[in-house]
């Protein structure tokens, strides 16, 4: 009920938990870079700053939502958890969170990275959880899907529909969401709230915020503080980065859709492929959702954010050139940010004009070695999804309204 609550709440500001801030403080604050050796790499006058988000025992940005999503289910006296996961980031930190107040996850991982990503899954046992390939012979929504495919590959809405199935038929147990959700978002807002006052230290102030977008919660987490002040009339430009092969922001309609595949979540006002969608099997699986989060959706169609999607190689590529630079090896995720960066960062340089770039680095990608090697290894493939895709997959939405 507390986390309803935050759902729907009017409150400029909610305090953390001390015991939620004693979780946080294992990582946080987390550091602010300047990417200095990226600079002179590109010759650009740009000031290059990345949020990193990497140090977290999970790896990633997650577990800003996990922890207080653990705590205040523990504090409700639910004995379990159920969740989705696309890359696996989501799935490890609530698996942590889990572990750290005492109470029981069951993961179900997008099979196609549960094949790509088997360390992940590593992870969440280590911490406790039990992690299943989605979709699952555990589900009725997983054994309809596999009816059909067998070896289906599964979707983050598949996984969803799985989860959610789960935690309404078990007792004592409810459902985590990673990302999509204002709560979830809000938590995130930790992470922009820290870079504004680490930003002042520095002199600069970002011309531009970038961050990739999946379901919305990293892009969230960093540019709602930011944007705040653009409404309060601050020059700034955010930019929400995706896949090609999944172009939500970029091609899909404003519609009202299911977040989940089975349409057992409540309909969502949001930018979206279809539920119905499947995505290809890019490797930034965290990106792979039909959907967007209704905040982020809300402030593209008021045309207070831009999008822009981007080739997996090319996301691979400017992950290269900033790991060789750098020295961090990003995210499959977060190479689609560093790729906007880099052109941000040419473009002041083809313009002669200093710029001040501020991106989040959401997560390492020590444990996604696998994608790297394919990518060296010229064995990626890029897909894009066409409008008249687009088009066949909305049809099932013609009869729901509009927002």
Known sequence: MSLIEQEMSRERWIDIPEEVLEKLRIWRPAPLYRASRLERFLGTPAHIYFKHEGFSPAGSHKPNTAVAQAYYNKAAGIKRLTTETGAGQWGCALAFAGGQFGIDVKVYMVRVSYDQKPYRKMLMQTWGAACVASPSPDTAAGREFLSHDAQHPGTLGIAISEAVEDAVTSKDTRYSLGSVLNHVLMHQTIVGLEAQKQMARTGDYPDVVIACVGGGSNFGGLAFPYLRDKIYDKDIRVIACEPASCPTLTKGPYVYDFGDTAGKTPLLAMYSLGHAFMPAPIHAGGLRYH??????????????????????????????????????????????????VIEEANRAREEGKERVILMNFSGHGLIDLGAYDAFLSGNLEDTALEDEDVQRLLRDLENFPRP
Do not use: W
Request: contains cysteine.
């Open 291 to 340: 959907g967007m989060a209704p905040l982020v959706s809300k402030l593209l169609a008021d045309g207070l954010i831009e999008a822009r999607a981007y080739p997996q190689s090319q996301t691979f590529g400017a992950g290269l050139t900033f790991a060789r630079t750098e020295g961090f090896v990003p995210a499959p995720e977060t190479n689609h940010a560093i790729a906007c």
